[in-house]
């Protein structure tokens, strides 16, 4: 959801979150990798207003998501590129990394993956 929030509300947003977490909670954050905006827009035939095809407003690649994140005071645990692919996998990539702490998503390969996923830790 992060990519649909403006800055000005993503950062409270995100602070709020870190306040209401337990410490030493985990949280699983996804985004587009480095999207971008101008390829999605689209007009309304009705009004003419422009605006994304998916109601995104922020793009985030892997630095700028880590340090949104580092802000309100999460730890990063993870913060990589990954293709989800259809079966949307990663979320069972994410509990199994939560829980063995081997993340299988990583590749050496030099292909674009369109997806970020940020796992972080609460201090506490």
Known sequence: MLEHLPPDLAQPTLTEL????????????????????????????????????WQHVESYDVSKLAGVMAAPGFETLICQPVHFGSSR???????????????????????????IVYIGKKAG
């Not at 994410?94 to 997806?115: E, H």
Request: with cysteine.
């Open 18 to 53: 870190h306040r209401l977490a337990a410490d030493g909670a985990h949280v699983v954050v996804t985004t587009p990798n480095a999207e971008n905006l101008d390829e999605n827009k689209i007009m309304c035939p009705q009004c003419g207003s422009i605006f994304s095809r």
């Open 89 to 115: 996998n990663w979320f069972k990539a994410a509990v199994k990394w939560l829980i063995s702490g081997k993340w299988w998503f990583r590749s050496s390969q030099p292909i674009y993956l369109p997806n």
